[in-house]
């Protein structure tokens, strides 16, 4: 079965600090890789995105995700965290063959940035 | 646009008491999702509906658990009757599918925080 892992469940950084989320998948397919963010008391939204070619992705609120397709990994960063990023970021995988969307998400990390 | 809307927010129940929650999508989405998010995890698909068919049900709980969208735009998802292990957030989402091999981006709600007493 296919799965989603995220390394960290909690980190906590200064505000400045760079900030990195490892993703690692499980499907040795084709896949679609997304990174989707939950700020404190809102809706998930979309972050970023990758489906094919560069495998650097660039995503709003200056994130930006690498896909390193021989370590099945989608790592998200960012070089410099605020404080209004404090939220909940989830990795999520759809599968290549699978148009309508099955996303499978990872467990999620919570990202404390502290003033 | 306007968004996802969900209600209620938030319902606490007492075990073995009936629980429904509304989902109304994004207009003009076709393909509706109700997805469970169970606390320290990410969402997990229940069903998923391409207009008024049910056409991904497999992780929903069926003997206790069921899902309508009569004339493909609302939806509601039922627990009957719920159980402590129900605790967790239902999430909606919804997305225009065009079809052809490319993902369609989900769009979710805030969701309804269940509670099971």
């Known amino acids: 079965a296919q799965s989603v892992s995220q390394h960290n469940h909690h980190v906590i950084l200064s505000e400045a600090a760079s900030l990195e989320l490892g993703c690692n998948y499980s499907?040795?397919?084709?896949?679609?890789l997304f990174w989707y963010v939950q700020y404190p008391g809102q809706h998930l939204q979309l972050l970023l995105k990758?489906?094919?070619?560069?495998?650097l992705v660039k995503g709003i609120k200056g994130f930006e995700a690498e896909f390193i397709k021989s370590k099945f990994s989608f790592n998200l960063r960012k070089p410099s965290v605020q404080w209004s990023d404090t939220a909940e970021y989830f990795c999520?995988?759809?599968?290549?063959?699978?148009?309508?969307?099955?996303?499978?998400f990872g467990a999620g990390t919570q990202v404390v940035v502290t003033p | 646009e306007a968004g996802v809307v969900q209600s209620p927010r938030y319902k606490i129940i007492e075990k073995k008491q009936p629980v429904a929650f509304w989902c109304n999508p994004i207009?003009?989405?076709?393909?509706l999702y109700w997805y469970r998010q169970n606390l320290g995890q990410g969402p997990e698909l229940l069903i998923r509906?391409?207009?008024?068919?049910?056409?991904?049900d497999s992780q929903l709980p069926k003997d206790r658990f069921s899902a309508e969208r009569l004339k493909g735009v609302d939806s509601t998802l039922k627990i009957q009757p719920a159980e402590l292990g129900d605790s967790a957030v239902y999430l909606c989402?919804?997305?225009?599918?065009?079809?052809?091999?490319?993902?369609?981006?989900?769009?979710f709600g805030p969701g309804t925080r269940l509670t099971v007493l």
């Open positions: 989402a919804s997305s225009l599918a065009i079809g052809g091999g490319s993902y369609n981006e989900q769009f």
């Open positions: 499907y040795g397919g084709t896949v679609n």
């Open positions: 990758y489906f094919s070619g560069d495998p």
């Open positions: 999520a995988v759809v599968r290549g063959t699978d148009s309508w969307g099955k996303l499978q």
């Open positions: 207009s003009g989405h076709n393909t």
């Open positions: 509906y391409e207009n008024e068919e049910a056409v991904d």
